[in-house]
């Protein structure tokens, strides 16, 4: 029903900024939350950040804030995650993910996930 592309990944120097894309298609968009996550080898899928289409509620993990920002373009159905002064320790898959349930923090709590994009932070 609802499909999910991320884009924008790649090779960064720490310090530097990237800005990730989540493309999203399907019926009804708007009654799904938006959230980002990611997973480094050997670690557990970890909530990054999420919104609402509408821009009213968002939400980060202590991890990035201040540093990440997420938004979204409601005229392109795309949602990204502008991340900077990006340190090692943010080198991971990155993937975009829609839920309809409250709790936005929660794997659980989503229906629909892409197939991520790799950033690597290293000099």
């Known amino acids: 029903q609802v499909q999910l592309v991320e884009s924008g990944g790649g090779l960064v120097q720490p310090g530097g900024s990237l800005r990730l894309s989540c493309a999203a298609s399907g019926r009804t968009l708007s009654i799904y939350r938006m959230g980002w996550f990611r997973q480094a080898p050997g670690k557990e899928r970890e909530f990054v950040a999420a919104t609402t289409w509408s821009g009213g509620s968002t939400y980060g993990a202590d991890s990035v804030k201040g540093r990440f920002t997420i938004s979204r373009d409601n005229t392109k159905n795309t949602v990204y995650l502008q991340m900077n002064n990006l340190k090692p320790e943010d080198t991971a898959v990155y993937y975009c993910?829609?839920?309809?349930?409250?709790?936005?923090?929660?794997?659980?709590?989503?229906?629909?996930w892409g197939q991520g994009t790799q950033v690597t932070v290293s000099s």
């Open positions: 993910a829609a839920a309809k349930r409250v709790g936005v923090t929660r794997r659980e709590n989503y229906d629909y």
